[in-house]
């Protein structure tokens, strides 16, 4: 079946550590997306990327970084940079207008 | 800017009818979506709806859009404990990049 797969499911991360969280589609969906989510606040886009080899900046950017070498992966990068990285976060794709985004089941961070 | 706007709480009995309401700003909007999201889950497109219909049902939901008022609502038949979750709206903006924007997510809690 075709999907969006996140992993880890949680992670644990030290501060002041560099983490990545996988984000793998077989869904041949060419936009893929990062969003955060903090209780009470909805969901944030972080970085989207509409085709391979290339992203772009959300509304809450500064912290993160991604790569897009392949259709179908979207890491997402969280750096130390990045003052408050515990949440929810979820990555999602979906093939065109109007068709709506099919999400992964999320990977939830904690800083220890 | 963009922002969309949602109660943070309701609750129904089972076997009610739960109504849950979204406002949102961009006028230009062509589509308008309802997510569900079960607790630790990812979200999971339940409906949309097209800005130049006022409604559209699908089994026990009803979506009713009144875009002078920039309001979409989502109402939910006979609910059942299944139906307990967060429902986030979303709407669609940036032309060929299809971004969404989320609502902050309504709880719904269907009481015994």
């Known amino acids: 079946d075709g999907g969006i797969t996140q992993s880890p499911k949680y992670l644990f991360r030290k501060e002041g550590q560099n983490v990545t969280l996988s984000c793998e589609q077989n869904?041949?969906?060419?936009?893929m997306y990062w969003y955060r989510q903090d209780p009470g606040q909805g969901l944030r886009l972080i970085y989207y990327?509409?085709?391979?080899?290339?992203?772009q900046k959300g509304d809450i950017a500064e912290g993160y970084s991604v790569s897009r070498e392949k259709k179908e992966s979207f890491p997402l990068t969280v750096t130390s940079a990045q003052k408050n990285p515990t949440a929810f976060y979820l990555c999602?794709?979906?093939?065109?207008?109007?068709?709506?985004?099919?999400f992964g089941s999320g990977t939830r961070l904690t800083v220890v | 800017g963009e922002d969309v706007e949602q109660s943070l709480f309701l609750s129904v009995r089972e076997g009610d009818s739960s109504v849950i309401n979204c406002t949102y700003t961009?006028?230009?909007?062509?589509?308008l979506y309802w997510y569900k999201q079960e607790p630790g889950a990812g979200l999971q497109l339940l409906t949309y709806?097209?800005?130049?219909?006022d409604m559209k049902q699908d089994q026990r939901l009803t979506v009713l859009l009144n875009k002078k008022d920039k309001h979409l609502s989502l109402r939910i038949a006979d609910t059942q404990t299944g139906d307990s979750a967060i429902y986030f709206c979303?709407?669609?903006?940036?032309?060929?990049?299809?971004?969404?924007?989320f609502g902050t997510g309504t709880l719904l809690a269907v009481q015994p």
């Open positions: 990327s509409q085709i391979v080899n290339d992203f």
């Open positions: 979303a709407e669609s903006y940036g032309g060929a990049t299809n971004k969404l924007i």
């Open positions: 709806i097209f800005s130049n219909m």
């Open positions: 869904l041949n969906h060419d936009a």
């Open positions: 999602a794709s979906h093939r065109g207008q109007g068709t709506g985004y099919t």
């Open positions: 961009d006028s230009s909007s062509t589509y």
